[in-house]
């Protein structure tokens, strides 16, 4: 469904709900990984770009100090909760993400008054693409602009990512909301999560496409080793800071084995940091062989990127390995990886666009071979940026 149709739909959909059509309706789009991952909460290096498919919010302000929340994803769900009081989570509900950015509202002595909010997602659920993220920014891009707070893209990033971890309880870095507030069209954006110095990249390659591979095996941040992988990385460097000051793992280089060696008698620890030091290096790298639109360093990268993640930071899994070890098969494929967090979701693949048609057979039939799963494919394309668009303003 095209952009504009998606936001006819949820337009008309808002006054069948709530007998009334929606004041404005927001756009932010999820996002994709090229590589970096699990660096970006170390204050590493990443490389993401966000997608053309995202989540859409259609509201409008009523009287009552309440906020309504419905969802065309969950039609059958409705929520009321009362604003005259702290806001609590409520176990594996989506609306924890648009309380959990009020809930910080709140804590900043921010009045929000009553809404009546209605939410749809195009995103898939539980793929590693940053619904929950996409959510968050959405709902503070919305508010800062209904409330005329005039927030700066930083400023929205920030609040996204204390409402995760405050009110979701997942411990992410910074990575998703700022690859969605900062998005830009036909770019990846190399970001430095430590100085957070930025810089943007176009995406076009002349012979090749990127595609977005969906293992249909879901995973939730929440429920997976991701809090525990953190938790690694917070003793390490605990650890390492019992010997040398070291401000973030993010910052060491592949040199600093030579002191970090004797330190790191831990096996698990020593193949976490080294994930971490080497990955930061691909993502510094890869940086350079985008802007010299080199696909065959690219994909030896990515590779190296998958393999790093599935051995020293041992989150990739089954399905995930099964889409990349198929796709290295392939004639045509130069480069694939694991995408998000890892534990399922999905991979990206960088493929010669005169092999995309034998790609996506080959990989969809031996895929389901493998894992008895479908899996589903999505084109990088016409990637989009936080939109707001405004309807019967009165």
Known sequence: MSHTATINKLNKAFYAHYS????????????????????????????????????YLAMRPIKQRVLQLTSLNFPDQSY????????????????????????ELHKAGISTGGWQCMYYGDIPTGAGLSSSASINILTV???????DLNWDRWKMVHIAQAAEQNFAGVNC????????????DQAATYLDCHSLVYESINLELPEHEWWIVNSNRQRTLADSKYNERYDTCIQILEKLNLHKSCTHLGGLLPKDWIWIAPILSTPIHQKRLRHII???Q???????????????????????SHQSLKRDYEVTGQYLDALVDIARGIDGVVGARMTGAG????SIHLVRKNAVAEFKETLATNYYKHTQLEASFYPLRDNHALESIVFNNI
């Open 282 to 304: 691909r993502v510094s790298d890869f940086a350079q062989a985008l802007k010299d639109k080199n696909p065959k360093i690219l994909g030896q990268l990515m590779w190296a």
């Open 278 to 280: 080497t990955e930061n």
């Open 141 to 147: 891009f919305a508010w800062s602009t209904c409330l």
């Open 343 to 346: 534990f399922g979701g999905c």
């Open 80 to 103: 009321e909760f009362s604003l005259s009081q702290e806001l609590s989570p409520q176990k594996g509900a989506w609306t924890n993400y648009p309380l959990g950015v009020i809930q």
């Open 20 to 55: 009334h059509l929606p004041i404005h309706i927001f756009f932010a789009p999820g996002r994709v990984n090229l590589i970096g991952e699990h660096t970006d909460y170390t204050k590493g290096k990443v490389m993401p770009c966000s997608l053309s498919e995202g989540t």
């Open 173 to 184: 870095g910074i990575l998703d909301p700022f690859a969605i507030a900062f998005a830009r």
